[in-house]
């Protein structure tokens, strides 16, 4: 709260009523409208980094940065989300973020050459980060603390939808148009987005105080998340802890952390509140949220990597694979929200896993010879476990806890689900290729010339017109290709289990239950 030397709050303190009819409706769709632009913009540029390199006269491995850049200063302000709230105001920070955003994305398409586009990435990326966590408090203190499942999956409806439409439609306006319009298209929706928050929210500002600034904090954490997402950005590419610069980030990323966790925990103006993680609701929903949505996306990003690199899929016709995910989804996520308010969360996430396990498992029974039916089937079910995914997890999260302290509380847990994302593409890619190469080694072993099955391939490929060299280079790539689907399989099979043991830890949990009719509430106030 306030103290003496606190803004007087606009509210002054009083708790505000829920917004109703049109201005309830509005309020939703602007803040989804900013959070849909936001996580899109994490995923949008991916397939555009030829196009940009080429455009810019760099190498593709430089334009990797494009996508480096902005999730570095993303990952770093979305844990200040909670001392940026109480010193400026939910209100002010959301309209200013989503009004730097459009800017910050404008200079993007202007960019003259790959160092300033990097600049304009960092700056979008830092604007960017108290946009999510503000839109679900924003929304939380919009609807009945009863309908607070009905407010997140309004809200979650565009997170789910995003990450799935950035690749595709990235890669079309990169095809059909060019590449600045990935960026231009984010300034009328930003604009939108920002005129209706100040227009509906300006009189419903949260309280303020002028907290000291903990630069030491800032620091060390600008440091260590810095060190860590460069380092899970390029592990790949430079071998891993094979590369000196690998080794030298991890150092200062695990130096720079631990030193943060002592200043915050005694420092008496802390810029993260990692006190959060006493309450037990609110480490049991992160740990899980975090786990799980590193499995999630790890697995989203190897399925389309195995399509286009070993099952001859263009970029389009595998992200058409990968789009029905999000069709039950945005059927089941109002029906999901309105169960929230009844029903035990930690049902809904189990059911969830479940779900997600028996995708998981389905696909770890792929082969070369998949067809686009056997794909599909798996991807239509995830749908199902998404619904119930972000949700509960977030009613589990923000359970208990009072209004002034959702801002911190979703701004870390979505710092933690981020990182988890770059873990988990990190972490799977790697694993994907190394036991590629063991699947390699083994399959090779029983290559022999003098085997039947062996000699008739080689020899239908000879009357082809291939010499010795050619036949084996095509025997090699077909190697590769099972070698890359039985590793792909080794993973879906793994992620299938975790997702299982992940509900025993979900039922560590003890969700409070709201005044409105049983279901467990994000917050003992959050909605007032």
């Not at 809200?155 to 995003?162: D, P, R």
């Not at 080794?247 to 695990?254: Q, S």
């Not at 396990?357 to 998949?370: P, Q, S």
Request: aromatic fraction near 10%.
């Amino acid at each position: 709260m306030a103290d003496q030397n606190s803004d007087r709050p606009v509210t002054g303190g009083a708790p505000l009523p829920p917004l109703t009819g049109a201005h309830l409706a509005i309020g939703t769709i602007a803040l989804s409208l900013a959070t849909f632009m936001n996580v899109l913009d994490t995923s949008i540029a991916n397939v555009s980094i030829p196009a940009i390199a080429g455009d810019l006269g760099v190498s593709p491995d430089q334009g990797t940065w494009v996508i480096t850049s902005f999730g570095v200063a993303n990952a770093i302000s979305l844990p200040l989300t909670g001392w940026l709230t109480r010193r400026f105001g939910a209100v002010r920070l959301f309209t200013a973020s989503v009004a730097l955003f459009v800017l910050a994305s404008f200079l993007c398409a202007l960019a003259p050459t790959l160092s300033a586009l990097i600049l304009f990435r960092v700056l979008q990326g830092a604007v960017a980060g108290p946009m999510i966590p503000l839109s679900q408090t924003l929304l939380l203190s919009s609807y009945p603390r009863n309908r607070a499942g009905t407010a997140l999956a309004m809200w979650s409806i565009t997170t789910l939808v995003a990450p799935v439409v950035g690749p595709l439609l990235g890669g079309w306006i990169t095809d059909n148009i060019s590449w600045p319009w990935i960026f231009y298209i984010n300034v009328p929706v930003g604009v939108a987005a920002a005129l209706a928050t100040w227009w509906i929210f300006r009189k419903r500002e949260t309280p303020t105080a002028r907290v000291p600034v903990d630069t030491v904090g800032l620091g060390l954490l600008v440091l260590w998340v810095g060190s860590l997402q460069v380092m899970l950005d390029k592990g790949k590419d430079l071998d891993w802890f094979n590369s000196p610069q690998i080794v030298v980030l991890l150092c200062v990323a695990i130096v720079a952390f631990a030193i943060f966790i002592v200043w915050e925990l005694t420092e008496e103006h802390p810029i993260v509140d990692l006190t959060l993680f006493k309450r037990r609701n609110f480490w049991v929903g992160t740990v899980a949220l975090l786990c799980a949505y590193g499995l999630f996306f790890g697995n989203v990003v190897l399925l389309p990597l195995w399509l286009q690199q070993y099952m001859g899929y263009t970029a389009t016709l595998a992200g058409l694979v990968l789009a029905p995910v999000g069709v039950l989804a945005i059927v089941l996520t109002p029906l999901v929200g309105r169960a929230s308010n009844r029903i035990d969360p930690r049902y809904l996430v189990t059911a969830s896993f479940g779900v997600f396990a028996l995708v998981l498992f389905m696909r770890a029974h792929f082969t070369t010879d998949a067809t686009i039916g056997t794909l599909l089937l798996p991807t239509v079910i995830q749908g199902i476990g998404m619904a119930g995914f972000f949700i509960p997890l977030m009613l589990i999260t923000l359970s208990g806890l009072p209004p002034e302290r959702i801002p911190s509380a979703s701004g870390l847990s979505n710092f933690a689900r981020i990182t988890a994302g770059s873990f988990g593409t990190s972490l799977t890619t790697t694993l994907w290729d190394r036991r590629a190469t063991l699947h390699h080694a083994r399959l090779v072993e029983r290559l022999d010339p003098s085997d039947p099955v062996t000699a008739q391939a080689l020899g239908t490929l000879h009357s082809g017109g291939l010499g010795s060299d050619q036949s084996y280079a095509v025997l090699n790539r077909l190697v590769d290709s099972q070698a890359f689907i039985l590793s792909a399989d080794d993973i879906f099979y793994v992620s299938g289990f975790i997702f299982l043991a992940l509900i025993g830890l979900v039922w560590l949990a003890k969700p409070q239950r709201s005044d409105g009719g049983g279901g467990a509430g994000p917050a003992a106030s959050a909605a007032h």
